[in-house]
């Protein structure tokens, strides 16, 4: 099973690790495989939806062959939601909703549990293959993914907290949904997915699909190579210019650099269970659309 | 270039504001800037940060839990005075409450369901409960300096707003229309389908609880308010600077450019910058950049043959980074801030007391 075989993929990492494109490029990834794919941006900014030439909105929006994206935010879920619910509510309906989403911000878990129950829902409508949700950075999803447990808990009666079942079972199975963590192979975003991914296993149903190692780079030598780089940085030439003395200079640092990433890397691949995959991304910095080569990187890593 | 150094900066001031969007390195900044300060400054000094991650914590090595500050151990200096302290807004939205409700009120509130939740789950809630944690520390006058490491945020002002968000979300008029003086509802089609609604989807018992909080707080928050925003005006009183931490990168300075207009609405600016992770001084010489292009192209490289192919891949990386270094150039020229400091991008980014305390020294002596 690869990971685009699920039917909701929530697609999650530390701002600035680049989230919104890897969700970008899963999501033109699946549709170029012939899936019928929505993008969903659900952390209150444009983000992945926004990389397709059209400003998302709340109703989905094909962009390509095979993608359509879309923009959710909590208030336009719990609009929706109530509206579903109670039906049409005629002239009193504004007052009474914006009276809802008052105590819903206030009460613990429900604009979270509307906003994943939103994405869920289009997930089991059957309307997708796939849904990718470019989501929350991660304090903010693990929130949200715990919602349906948490409502469930405090307000254990009412319409809210029937929904909350369906929703656990669809969030917390393996074949169905998946998070996907993006990181960068540097200390500090490392150790943060190191402990998300403790928290998505102990706080929420969900399970992780797999950890995307974004703006990696490839090793620029192979060992014995690199034994005899080594050789030649220790002993320089003689008399070499300001130039050449100032590349062998920085040359270390590369190395240094590249060593210190692959173990990081080798830190991560170790805190993490071994069925879980680590995709390797190369930079592809801030895009309108993905560029071929990241989708070819992905499928690569993907194997498919 | 630097009219005031950061160093002069700290020295004028007993509260110091660290902000920047997430993931440039705030709170390594604000730790190493509090042992620099408590190594050199007379009295103590407190970081104190808002940040979940216990980053700093380990990175200090020390065990800090609750909302106690925590003394930080300095090797080499036995009269300096650092002290920790990490943000726990459960513990410090009960102390606002104790400090503020009668026994019996403080009770219901904190016995009340919903109120346990809400606090973490209240968008300015962590801001909220840092500006109450603030208040204490700076009434007990026993600090010199203060750093308070913010949040990462869309926008590191939204600190300064809590104050006001949570007076509107309590003091709303919608609240009063919905909770009625003395909790029962009031008339009219609107709010007899709103209680109809919240019993259905929450749940009576729920909806009661939720009802019973608001009107608890009611009688704790303007206290808490009028606490929590002379804190704020502190933080924008002369007393405090603000320090924005950023990455050389355009994208990244673009989102400092966003929050220097809502300080400018407040008629605040930046004291300082601190951008970190800039590229050594190796890749900004052009003689550099000369030979790795020579070596890359194998056109009149200064090496042998085999050398030269030996070096190459390498080579190819450090023109690379010649390159970047000149694009963060560029974008430090155009950085708005007289006093402009910066971290190298270092090979070890600095995870223990070490790596601080010579970042710390750094940042001190003119970045």
């Not at chain 2, 801001?127 to 203060?146: K, N, P, V």
């Amino acid at each position: 099973m690869t990971i685009l075989d699920r039917r909701l993929l929530i697609v999650g990492g530390k701002g600035g690790t680049g989230k919104s494109s890897v969700a970008a490029a899963l999501a033109e990834l699946s549709a170029y495989r012939g899936k019928s794919t929505l993008l969903v941006s659900a952390d209150g900014s444009p983000g992945a939806a926004g990389m397709f030439g059209v400003v998302p909105e709340h109703e989905a929006t094909e962009v390509m062959r095979n993608l359509s994206v879309l923009q959710i935010g909590s208030s336009e879920a719990l609009t929706e939601f109530i509206g579903l619910q109670l039906g049409p509510l005629g002239a009193i309906g504004k007052p009474v909703a914006n009276a809802f989403s008052f105590v819903a911000e206030a009460a613990p878990g429900v604009s979270e549990l509307l906003l994943v129950g939103k994405y869920a829902h289009e997930a089991r409508s059957g309307s997708w293959d796939l849904v990718v949700v470019d989501a929350a950075s991660s304090g903010h999803l693990l929130g949200e993914l715990a919602a349906a447990q948490n409502v469930g808990e405090i307000a254990p009666v009412g319409r809210l907290a029937r929904e909350t079942g369906w929703m656990i079972a669809l969030l917390g199975d393996p074949e169905i949904t998946g998070v996907v963590n993006v990181t960068l192979a540097e200390e500090v975003p490392v150790s943060e997915t190191i402990e998300f991914v403790d928290r998505l296993h102990d706080e929420t149903p969900a399970n992780l699909a797999a950890v995307v190692v974004n703006r990696t780079r490839p090793q620029l030598y192979a060992r014995t190579r690199r034994s005899e780089l080594d050789e030649l940085l220790a002993h320089p030439p003689a008399r070499m210019s300001i130039g050449s003395s100032g590349v062998f200079e920085a040359v270390q640092i590369g190395l240094d650099r590249a060593d210190v990433a692959s173990s990081i890397d080798a830190r991560l691949r170790d805190a993490l269970d071994e069925d879980v995959p680590v995709l390797h991304v190369p930079e592809f910095g801030v895009v309108e659309s993905v560029p071929a080569s990241v989708r070819e990187a992905i499928a690569d890593e993907l194997s498919l | 270039m630097s009219s005031t150094s950061l160093r002069e900066i700290i020295e004028g001031r007993s509260l110091l504001v660290v902000a920047g969007s997430g993931g440039v390195g705030k709170t390594t900044v604000s730790a190493s800037l509090g042992l620099a300060a408590a190594q050199r400054l007379d009295g103590d000094v407190l970081v104190l940060t808002i940040d979940p991650a216990r980053r700093l914590a380990s990175a200090l090595g020390i065990d800090i839990e609750g909302n106690e500050a925590v003394a930080v151990p300095v090797p080499g200096s036995s009269t300096a005075n650092l002290y920790a302290a990490m943000l726990d807004p459960g513990p410090a939205w009960d102390a606002m409450i104790t400090r503020e409700a009668s026994t019996d009120v403080a009770e219901r509130i904190l016995a009340n369901p919903v109120y346990r939740r809400i606090a973490d789950t209240f968008v300015h809630g962590n801001d909220y409960a840092a500006l109450g944690w603030l208040d204490e520390a700076i009434e007990s006058d026993r600090y010199r300096l203060i750093i308070v490491d913010t949040p990462p945020s869309q926008n590191a002002l939204d600190f300064f707003d809590a104050p006001d968000r949570v007076a509107e979300f309590f003091g709303s008029s919608l609240l009063g229309w919905l909770t009625g003086g003395d909790g029962t509802f009031v008339g009219g089609a609107a709010a007899k389908t709103f209680a109809t609604l919240a019993d259905k989807l929450l749940g009576a018992e729920f909806f009661a609880d939720v009802v019973e909080f608001f009107q608890l707080m009611n009688s704790v928050v303007p206290g808490m308010v009028e606490r929590t925003s002379a804190v704020a005006s502190d933080l924008a009183g002369d007393d405090a600077a603000f320090v924005a931490v950023t990455a050389p990168a355009k994208n990244v300075v673009s989102r400092l450019d966003a929050l220097a207009e809502s300080l400018a609405e407040r008629e605040l600016t930046f004291d300082a910058v601190v951008v970190n992770g800039v590229e050594p001084d190796v890749f900004g010489k052009p003689k550099v950049l000369d030979v790795a292009t020579r070596i890359v192209t194998n056109s009149s490289s200064p090496l042998t043959a085999a050398q030269t192919a030996l070096i190459a891949p390498g080579a190819d990386y450090v023109r690379e980074r010649c390159e970047v270094a000149q694009q963060q150039r560029d974008v430090l020229d155009a950085l708005p801030a007289e006093t402009v400091s910066t971290i190298p991008r270092l090979v070890h980014s600095p995870t223990d007391i070490d790596g601080l305390l010579w970042l710390g020294e750094h940042l001190w002596s003119g970045g």
